[in-house]
């Protein structure tokens, strides 16, 4: 018995950052939402890095990530 294969065409990925404002829109939630699951670990789609001993952080988001966890991706972007 033989398999049958499924070939899948891929975006064509840059590994571009995503901002947090744009995946917030694609998921119909607010940008604020989006920091904190990054933050806490809870969407892996991302990066959360606090920025020395200050409040803020910094966020990486890559398309592919985005892309394999949401199903977002926006070639206009690119």
Request: aromatic letters at 16%; one cysteine or more; a neutral charge.
């Amino acid at each position: 018995m033989s398999e049958k294969k499924l070939y899948v065409e891929l975006p064509p990925f840059t590994g571009r950052n995503v901002s947090i404002s744009e995946i917030a829109e694609a998921m119909h939630k607010d940008a604020q939402y989006v920091r904190i699951g990054l933050q806490q670990g809870i969407f892996k789609f991302g990066y959360a890095m606090k920025v020395g001993n200050s409040k803020e952080y910094n966020y990486y988001c890559p398309d592919r990530k985005v892309w394999e966890e949401i199903g977002y991706f926006c070639p206009e972007a690119v």
